[in-house]
Nanobody
């Protein structure tokens, strides 16, 4: 298990930006893949972006070109930059980690989850 802590959510108007952070605790085994998921109340979590260090990044079609991922290895922190936000992006966002080589967008492939951070986009 890896402990993950998210931050950076909030309320913005359409077209605005937010940056979500996901910090992983130090552990004896570092996760291979990390991903971001969004979830509306009563619905399943949907993959937003998944990545592996030195490998490809998977983006959901709905966020391609708008939500780039970056990282700060010195802080064990990954960032989801959310630009040009739309009301449809409103959700609780979770960071997740796995030891799988492929950074999928399937929540069932991830065993460690953060507590979530709310993003609300409305005018």
């Amino acid at each position: 298990q890896v402990r993950l802590v998210e931050s950076g959510g909030g309320s913005v108007q359409p077209g605005g930006s937010l940056r979500l952070s996901c910090t992983a605790s130090k552990s004896t085994a570092n996760p291979v893949s990390l991903a971001w998921f969004g979830q509306l109340a009563g619905k399943e979590r949907e993959g937003v972006a998944g990545f592996r260090g030195g490998g490809p990044t998977n983006y959901a079609d709905s966020v391609k070109g708008r939500f780039p991922i970056s990282r700060d290895n010195a802080k064990d922190t990954r960032y989801l930059q959310m630009d040009n936000l739309k009301p449809a992006d409103t959700a609780m966002y979770y960071c997740a980690a796995s030891f799988a080589w492929t950074p999928t967008l399937n929540p069932r492939d991830y065993g460690s989850w953060g507590q979530g951070t709310q993003v609300t986009v409305s005018s």
